[in-house]
């Protein structure tokens, strides 16, 4: 079956930046995504990016997507301590609605 | 827009007993849910997809007889924990999305802990 993967732990010095990395299998893919899990809290979704861009820029964000090499990044500009917290990759195929799910990087803020 | 929740936010329940779990999208109408099951520091592992008004799709392994999903109208669907065990404590967290965009949008999930 399809699969996404992402390295588990990030550890970054406040104020640099973050790159998350997400790499995936399905060729079909039509969207891809990132999302935020704070400790105990659901999903919010930071930003997300169609399979025909190459990059999307939302403020301190930045998403890379290289579609030949089936990866995306998530970059985080001037990380901050409110960005501690697990960063999903999924991505969303053309056949129905369901998303494939990396395991999520947790992302840890060095002083 | 597009704010999703979910009630109760924790519970805990003597093994045996049933337990219910609503999400509801407050200002969209949601055509799709989807319940998924989230064990710690473990990715998401989706339970069902659940279409207003139809019956819910069940992904392979989840027993449909012990999750039941009822997604009656287009701002509710219920997920009752039948007969909970103690290995059914985990954190069950619902998204939605409407007709037409492929945005899912989370509820904060709720915390289920059986004694």
């Known amino acids: 079956g399809e699969d996404v993967e992402q390295s588990l732990f990030l550890s970054v010095r406040e104020g640099d930046s973050s790159v998350i990395n997400c790499t995936y299998t399905?060729?079909?893919?039509?969207?891809l995504y990132w999302y935020k899990q704070e400790p105990g809290a659901g999903l919010q979704l930071l930003t997300y990016?169609?399979?025909n861009m190459d990059m999307k820029q939302d403020q301190r964000l930045t998403v890379l997507l290289n579609k030949k090499d089936k990866h995306l990044s998530l970059r985080i500009a001037d990380t901050q301590t409110g960005d501690s917290a697990i960063y999903f990759c999924?991505?969303?195929?053309?056949?129905?609605?369901?998303?494939?799910w990396g395991a999520g990087t947790k992302l840890i803020i060095k002083p | 827009g597009a704010v999703v929740s979910q009630h109760p936010s924790w519970v805990i329940c003597k093994s045996g007993t049933s337990v219910k779990i609503e999400c509801r999208s407050l200002?969209?109408?949601?055509?799709?849910m989807f319940w998924y099951r989230q064990f710690p520091k473990q990715s998401l592992m989706l339970m069902a997809t659940?279409?207003?008004?139809?019956?819910?799709?069940?992904e392979q392994g989840v027993e449909k007889d012990k999750f039941l999903i009822n997604h009656a109208s287009l701002t509710l669907s219920t997920l009752t924990v039948t007969s909970a065990h103690p290995e059914d404590s985990s954190f069950y967290i619902c998204?939605?999305?409407?007709?037409?965009?492929?945005?899912?949008?989370f509820g904060p999930g709720t915390r289920l802990t059986v004694t």
């Open positions: 998204s939605a999305r409407s007709s037409g965009s492929h945005e899912q949008y």
């Open positions: 399905d060729s079909s893919s039509t969207y």
């Open positions: 659940s279409n207003e008004g139809s019956k819910a799709t069940y």
């Open positions: 999924a991505e969303k195929g053309d056949s129905n609605y369901q998303l494939i």
């Open positions: 990016i169609f399979s």
């Open positions: 200002d969209f109408q949601a055509t799709t």
